[in-house]
């Protein structure tokens, strides 16, 4: 409360922090960028004292745990969110995107290393977050073809970083050589199942993309 002109505050990796801090910042009404990253106390309570810094628009929140379905209903409250960082979230899985469902103003979302996020968090995109312009779930191991099939209705999305998912083949290229009219940047190193072939065809259909692989 002493700091009104505090805009932007790093806690990541902070292991000590405990809830009285969390209450104090909450106080700070001209915060516009919080870090939390790497925080293992990040519990139900601290979530609940972040969701009410409403005038937010980056929140990182990576790697930082126990961050149950309580908490990311706590995360829908911050509807002026432009950019969320929730990297290795273990418990932001399909059913906990559903509460993200109001931010209606994301453009950046990363959601990279979710073990448990499933195609179907995607679905309601368009709905959800029409002006999203960055998506990374890079390394989650259950993204299939289908999550780009749901992604090709944001007319925004400039950027998919899906690198690491190993469900992601041809048929995604094949629908961002027609589709993702947006898009200049695509990353998808390290997915076995897309072949040269479909990677020549993608670069020569979208020269204007541009594409990172081992391809």
């Known amino acids: 409360t002493r700091l009104p002109q505090l805009q932007v505050l790093g806690l990541s990796g902070c292991k000590q922090l405990v809830h009285e801090a969390f209450g104090y910042v909450r106080k700070c009404t001209g915060i516009r960028a919080l870090y939390v990253s790497d925080h293992d106390g990040l519990d139900d309570d601290c979530m609940k004292f972040i969701s009410e810094l409403k005038q937010l628009n980056y929140l990182d929140i990576s790697g930082a745990n126990p961050v149950s379905s309580k908490s990311t209903s706590s995360l829908g409250l911050l509807t002026g969110l432009v950019t969320l960082r929730a990297d290795r979230c273990a418990m932001i899985a399909a059913d906990g995107l559903v509460d993200l469902a109001p931010l209606h103003n994301l453009e950046h979302l990363s959601l990279a290393g979710g073990e448990f996020l499933e195609d179907d968090a995607f679905k309601d995109a368009k709905a959800h977050w029409p002006k999203l312009r960055y ?81």
């Open 135 to 215: 998506l990374s779930v890079s390394g989650c191991p259950l993204i299939t073809d289908k999550t780009f099939t749901y992604l090709a209705c944001l007319n925004a999305l400039e950027s998919v970083d899906a690198s690491g998912c190993e469900g992601v083949s041809d048929s995604s290229l094949e629908l961002i050589r027609t589709e993702f009219r947006a898009l200049l940047q695509l990353n998808v190193t390290n997915c076995s199942k897309i072949t040269a072939q479909a990677m020549d065809r993608l670069r020569a259909a979208r020269p204007l993309i541009g594409i990172i692989s081992n391809r």
